[in-house]
């Protein structure tokens, strides 16, 4: 049973760079995209993007230029850095994996696993 | 980019009723819809993939339809553990957007 886990800091100062990593375990990290989405408190889901290990990186362009993700095979870890932060990404944080199915010919991804979610706070 | 819309944006039912919420995209997603539900506190649970497959262990009280530019999630008999947030997420492009959310309250 895969199971993901999210982990960094909670508190980030303004300016600053936020950096969060997933740890996927009971799988391989391999074959699958892995996404970031976040939620502000009381607020709607918000895609950041999606990376498989191979491939160029897919971001929200609201967040391009300040998103990087990457992904580690060998930890079974993947990652999130968000730089010049501000209290508008006050957030929880989630990781999931984007798995596809193939119907017809076409492939359809859902965000099938997810971690618990970490929150991150922006402030001095 | 592609932009989701929901409605309504909640609702009050009681158990047993029949739910429909709504999903519209701002262009055809052809059927690269999909559908999760929430609950305070946790991670959204993927229910429908493809505008209408049923993912995995998911109750098939829930149904869903459309394609092109207007979806709908169904809950044939709602039941309490039914009560929560409910959002459409696009896959059509590669950048994904998910509607602003329809909660479900007890009515």
């Known amino acids: 049973q895969i199971q993901l886990q999210e982990s960094g800091p909670g508190l980030v100062k303004p300016s600053e760079t936020l950096s969060l990593t997933c740890t996927v375990s009971?799988?391989?990290?391999?074959?699958?995209?892995w996404s970031w989405i976040r939620q502000p408190a009381g607020k709607g889901l918000e895609w950041i993007g999606r990376?498989?290990?191979?491939?160029?990186?897919n971001y929200n362009p609201s967040l391009k230029s300040r998103v990087i993700m990457s992904v580690d095979t060998s930890k079974n870890q993947f990652s999130l850095t968000l730089t010049s932060v501000t209290a508008a990404d006050t957030a929880v944080y989630f990781c999931?994996?984007?798995?596809?199915?193939?119907?017809?010919?076409?492939?359809?991804?859902?965000?099938?696993?997810w971690g618990q979610g970490t929150t991150v706070t922006v402030s001095s | 980019d592609i932009q989701m819309t929901q409605s309504p944006s909640s609702l009050s039912a009681s158990v047993g009723d029949r739910v429909t919420i709504t999903c519209r995209a701002s262009q055809s997603v052809s059927s690269y819809l999909n559908w999760y539900q929430q609950k305070p506190g946790q991670p959204p649970k993927l229910l429908i993939y493809g505008a209408s497959s049923l993912q995995g262990g998911v109750t098939s009280r829930f149904s869903g339809s459309g394609s092109g530019t207007d979806f709908t999630l169904t809950i044939s008999s709602l039941q309490p553990e039914d009560f929560a947030t409910y959002y459409c997420?696009?896959?059509?492009?590669?950048?994904?957007?998910f509607g602003p959310g329809t909660t479900v309250d007890i009515k």
């Open positions: 997420q696009q896959t059509y492009t590669s950048v994904f957007t």
């Open positions: 009971g799988g391989s990290i391999s074959s699958y995209y």
């Open positions: 990376i498989y290990s191979s491939l160029s990186p």
């Open positions: 999931a994996r984007d798995n596809w199915v193939e119907q017809w010919g076409y492939y359809f991804y859902g965000l099938d696993v």
